[in-house]
Nanobody
Framework: QVQLVESGGGLVQAGGSLRLSCAASGIIFSINAMRWYRQAPGNQRELVAT???????NYADSVKDRFTISRDNARNTMYLQMNSLKPEDTAVYYC???????????????WGKGTLVTVSS
């Protein structure tokens, strides 16, 4: 069983910064890609950023040059540094990861429960 737990959300003024964390726990052999998604009220869930095990990253155009995704493989933890926040960044942010529990197992798709980020104007 694998659990993903997000933390670091909160209320911040426009132009401010927040750092989200996602900690994976449980029976983990390896983690491949890790991703941050977000879902604003009335909107579909959208992919914000991806980081693979080797460190390669990809970002949605809306957050490029403002958000930075990183990971600590030794701690099975992923981060999202969010700078220059805008009211339109307000959403529930979800952690997603491809996790393999054993050397012979297959990668499973796991999700956290989300953390709310609110950016006031």
């Amino acid at each position: 069983q694998v659990q993903l737990v997000e933390s670091g959300g909160g209320l911040v003024q426009a132009g401010g910064s927040l750092r989200l964390s996602c900690a994976a726990s449980g029976i983990i052999f390896s983690i491949n890609a890790m991703r941050w998604y977000r879902q604003a009220p009335g909107n579909q869930r959208e992919l914000v950023a991806t980081i693979v095990s080797g460190g390669g990253t990809n970002y949605a155009d809306s957050v490029k040059d403002r958000f930075t995704i990183s990971r600590d493989n030794a701690r099975n933890t992923m981060y999202l540094q969010m700078n220059s926040l805008k009211p339109e960044d307000t959403a529930v942010y979800y952690c997603n990861a491809d996790v393999k529990a054993t050397i012979v197992g297959r990668y499973g798709d796991y999700w956290g429960k989300g953390t709310l980020v609110t950016v006031s104007s």
